[in-house]
């Protein structure tokens, strides 16, 4: 960890104004000092709350004065992905469109972290839709990465990823359904987690006349370290706000609490998705630890024997998710797009077309398979605790905001890969509606962050958690970047 105060975890945070070591109306003017300081060179916080975190700040340290304590976030400042609901401000999925939609409440989430006491003063930028692993659109523009302002921070909960590595806050408060929290965290060299599907409500994380819960979409923390991931996720995991009142969740502690008790799985690299060299030595490093430590490492052990096949699942029920969502006109014009396709266009576009204008018993069908899949991870799981695997196939790339997503190239070990093939990586979990935690585990040559994900089986949340933060003990967890310091 970095010297500074502006790298604490948000556990510190709260401890120090618990103790009175400094107030909550300081620890946010710590945090916006820093946000005009930094945030113009990485444009990661798009939109403030100012008067009402003020306020909120005021009113916690009135209640700590008369021995009120709100919750384990009591006093302290944080920012939030754009695409929340925040009273008082724009939710605008970075759409033109949305720019005058206001929200009158908090996202259901947004709300659990304010009733323990978290001050919500920002929220942070995202691709548009939340459809790319950069973070650019028409209203508020591009964020950077703050290891190269010339690369991305990951999506599309990028701003949110740059702005916990630069300091400029806490905790934050993303979303997930293709790698969302998981990009920025390996790109920003920060933590994540993808909870299981269903265990945090998505009300408030939507556009208007889309606010039906989506398939695969999760909602999920970013923090420095491990166990602010463990504290986010235990405040904002409930039920749908209809569903609460009569639904209980309890997640299993931790199948086992030290390392020489896992039992690893590691899968390197993949046809469909080929992987950076130094990123698999990274993640056979982290495995290496691991084994060092007594636990048991596997290279060969895979859930499921047809990975084409299960990735071509995901991309359709993915399209179909992310397809329902789009306006009228948008939709309209891909169906008239897909109806143009040969039968023999496997492209990456003919996939996402088709799987937007699929018909419900295709989705069904799709569905029927998933349920397949899911089963045979949940077998794969009696014999291992987590998989490691890498989160995408290359470090930070550069920023591209000229080629088409669908036309976009990366360089892999020096050779040009397609920018999409990456989705592989980020359905193995989303699927199958497993947890996955993102965790720091070094850097590249040129010194750009890299990440492992930790999958984990349904509902073991705390299990990949533990992971993060028994593997950061042993070979160092976050480190900020130089130049924001």
């Given at each position: 960890?970095?010297?500074?105060p502006?790298?604490?975890?948000?556990?510190?945070w709260?401890?120090?104004i618990?103790a009175?070591?400094?107030?909550?109306?300081?620890a946010?003017?710590?945090?916006?000092?820093?946000?005009?300081?930094?945030?113009?060179?990485?444009n990661?916080?798009?939109?403030f709350n100012?008067?009402?975190a003020?306020?909120?700040?005021?009113?916690?340290?009135?209640?700590?004065?008369?021995?009120?304590?709100?919750?384990?976030?009591?006093?302290?400042?944080m920012?939030?992905?754009?695409?929340?609901?925040?009273?008082?401000?724009?939710t605008?999925?970075?759409?033109?469109?949305?720019?005058?939609?206001i929200?009158?409440?908090?996202?259901?989430?947004?709300?659990?972290?304010?009733?323990?006491?978290?001050?919500?003063?920002?929220?942070?930028?995202?691709?548009?839709?939340?459809?790319?692993?950069?973070?650019?659109?028409?209203?508020?523009?591009?964020?950077c990465?703050?290891?190269?302002?010339?690369?991305t921070?990951?999506?599309?909960?990028?701003?949110?990823?740059?702005?916990?590595?630069?300091?400029?806050?806490?905790?934050?408060?993303?979303?997930?359904?293709?790698?969302?929290?998981?990009?920025?965290?390996?790109?920003?060299?920060?933590?994540?987690?993808?909870?299981?599907?269903?265990?945090?409500?998505?009300?408030?994380h939507?556009?208007?006349?889309?606010?039906?819960?989506?398939?695969m979409?999760?909602?999920?923390?970013?923090?420095?370290?491990?166990?602010?991931?463990?504290?986010?996720l235990?405040i904002v995991?409930?039920?749908?706000?209809?569903?609460?009142?009569?639904?209980?969740?309890?997640?299993?502690?931790?199948?086992?609490?030290?390392?020489?008790?896992f039992?690893?799985?590691?899968?390197?690299?993949?046809?469909?998705?080929?992987?950076?060299?130094?990123?698999q030595?990274l993640?056979?490093s982290?495995?290496k630890?691991?084994?060092?430590?007594g636990?048991?490492?596997?290279?060969?052990?895979?859930?499921f024997?047809?990975?084409?096949?299960?990735?071509a699942?995901?991309v359709?029920?993915?399209?179909?998710a992310?397809?329902?969502?789009?306006?009228?006109?948008?939709?309209?014009?891909?169906?008239?797009?897909?109806?143009l396709?040969?039968?023999?266009?496997?492209?990456?576009?003919?996939?996402?077309?088709?799987g937007?204008?699929?018909?419900?018993r295709?989705?069904?069908?799709?569905?029927?398979?998933r349920?397949a899949l899911?089963?045979?991870?949940?077998a794969?799981?009696?014999?291992?605790?987590?998989?490691?695997?890498?989160?995408?196939?290359?470090?930070?790339?550069?920023?591209?905001?000229?080629t088409?997503?669908?036309?976009?190239?990366?360089?892999?070990?020096?050779?040009?890969?397609?920018?999409?093939?990456?989705?592989?990586?980020?359905?193995?979990?989303?699927?199958?509606?497993?947890?996955?935690?993102v965790?720091?585990?070094?850097?590249?040559?040129d010194?750009?962050?890299?990440?492992?994900?930790?999958?984990?089986?349904?509902?073991?949340?705390?299990?990949?958690?533990?992971?993060?933060?028994?593997?950061?003990?042993?070979?160092?967890?976050?480190?900020?970047?130089?130049?924001?310091?």
């Open positions: 960890m970095a010297g500074s502006a790298f604490d975890s948000a556990k510190q709260a401890e120090n618990h009175k070591r400094l107030s909550s109306v300081e946010l003017q710590f945090h916006l000092e820093r946000v005009n300081k930094f945030n113009p060179k990485l990661a916080i798009v939109a100012l008067d009402r003020h306020e909120r700040a005021l009113a916690a340290d009135k209640a700590l004065a008369r021995g009120e304590i709100w919750g384990p976030l009591h006093g302290v400042p920012t939030v992905k754009e695409s929340f609901d925040v009273v008082g401000l724009a605008t999925w970075g759409v033109p469109a949305l720019r005058d939609n929200a009158r409440n908090n996202a259901a989430p947004v709300d659990a972290l304010a009733r323990n006491g978290a001050v919500v003063f920002g929220k942070t930028n995202v691709p548009v839709f939340l459809t790319d692993w950069q973070t650019f659109n028409p209203i508020y523009g591009t964020t990465n703050p290891w190269d302002l010339a690369r921070p990951g999506g599309s909960s990028g701003g949110a990823g740059a702005a916990i590595a630069a300091g400029l806050t806490p905790l934050e408060l993303g979303s997930d359904i293709g790698a969302s929290i998981r990009s920025p965290a390996h790109n920003c060299g920060v933590y994540g987690h993808k909870p299981s599907f269903e265990i945090v409500p998505q009300a408030g939507s556009i208007p006349g889309a606010e039906a819960p989506l398939d979409l999760v909602c999920g923390p970013l923090a420095r370290t491990a166990d602010d991931l463990e504290l986010a235990d995991a409930s039920a749908e706000p209809e569903d609460a009142p009569f639904w209980t969740l309890s997640l299993p502690p931790p199948r086992v609490r030290q390392l020489r008790d039992r690893v799985a590691i899968w390197l690299e993949d046809e469909c998705c080929r992987v950076d060299s130094r990123i030595e993640i056979s982290a495995a630890t691991v084994e060092a430590a636990g048991l490492v596997d290279e060969r052990a895979r859930p024997s047809d990975s084409k096949a299960a990735h699942l995901y359709q029920l993915l399209r179909g992310t397809g329902a969502v789009l306006p009228t006109d948008l939709f309209e014009s891909q169906r008239r797009r897909a109806e396709l040969s039968d023999d266009d496997h492209s990456y576009l003919a996939k996402t077309l088709r937007v204008v699929q018909t419900h295709s989705w069904f069908l799709a569905h029927e398979q349920a899911r089963r045979q991870w949940n794969f799981f009696q014999s291992f605790d987590v998989l490691l695997c890498p989160v995408a196939a290359s470090a930070a790339f550069l920023h591209d905001q000229q088409e997503r669908p036309f976009r190239q990366i360089q892999v070990n020096g050779r040009a890969e397609n920018y999409n093939d990456q989705l592989f990586w980020a359905g193995l979990a989303s699927l199958a509606y497993l947890p996955t935690t965790a720091p585990i070094g850097s590249t040559s010194g750009l962050p890299v990440g492992v994900q930790i999958i984990g089986a349904y509902m073991q949340d705390k299990t990949t958690i533990e992971f993060a933060r028994l593997l950061g003990a042993e070979i160092g967890g976050f480190r900020a970047p130089p130049k924001f310091l």
